[in-house]
């Protein structure tokens, strides 16, 4: 079945600092990536989207700037955060597709403290 | 852009009771549809898809139709459970999710 793992699960940073995050595909080859982050109100925003042979997609209010994402094959993906504040905090999850289906597949999330 | 709206915040029922919750959509493009359970510190799971118009599609128990003619893709259980107390979120497309706000369900005993 298809698996997704997202590394660390929990994470805390000081303010300012930033943090790397990892999402690894297991059992099949994600053709893409979606980046969201769950508030702590539990509502979802995407951050942005990678497929495969073409460039990443940033959603309105982020940037790659701020969140660069690395896709270097087709099992992998990771964000950083980068200079984190208290309005960064949250559940970020990433989403990973089959090429051709229709479901993503969510890894258990990284839980990220901003102190 | 596309939106989606989940009226409920939060529904609690007795087990055993029906329920239904509510999710209408916005879109430009041909709707697919998506019900994501979340239970307590874990990972939203796919509860339910569609894409076909007027066609009930079920799973675990949970049913639900999309009605393409009033952007509306409303979960129903005939019978709920104690393990069905989750956070309930309705999704639109499927390689860029766009969620609704979600439903808290809580089953009494």
């Known amino acids: 079945g298809a698996l997704v793992y997202q590394y660390p699960r929990r994470t805390i940073c000081k303010s300012g600092t930033s943090m790397r995050m990892e999402c690894q595909a297991v059992g099949f080859q994600a053709t893409s990536v979606a980046w969201y982050r769950q508030s702590p109100q539990k509502t979802f925003e995407l951050i942005a989207l990678s497929t495969v042979n073409s460039a990443i997609k940033y959603e309105q209010n982020f940037t790659q700037e701020k969140f660069p994402i690395s896709h270097p094959n087709l099992s992998f993906s990771s964000m950083t955060v980068l200079n984190a504040y208290l309005e960064d905090r949250g559940l970020y999850l990433c989403?990973?597709?089959?090429?051709?289906?229709?479901?993503?597949?969510f890894g258990p999330g990284t839980r990220l403290l901003v102190l | 852009g596309d939106s989606v709206t989940q009226t409920e915040g939060l529904v609690t029922l007795t087990k055993g009771l029906p329920v239904m919750l509510n999710c209408t959509y916005q879109?430009?493009?041909?709707?697919?549809l998506f019900w994501y359970v979340q239970h307590l510190n874990e990972a939203p799971k796919l509860l339910l898809k569609?894409?076909?118009?007027?066609k009930r599609t079920e799973h675990q128990g949970f049913y639900a139709t999309l009605h393409k003619s009033s952007s509306s893709f409303h979960l129903q259980k005939s019978s709920v459970q104690l393990s069905d107390s989750a956070l309930y979120f309705c999704?639109?497309?499927?390689?860029?999710?766009?969620f609704g706000t979600g439903t808290s369900l809580l089953v009494d005993p």
């Open positions: 879109t430009t493009y041909s709707p697919f």
């Open positions: 989403g990973a597709r089959r090429g051709g289906q229709d479901t993503q597949y």
């Open positions: 569609s894409s076909t118009d007027n």
């Open positions: 999704a639109l497309r499927y390689y860029k999710l766009t």
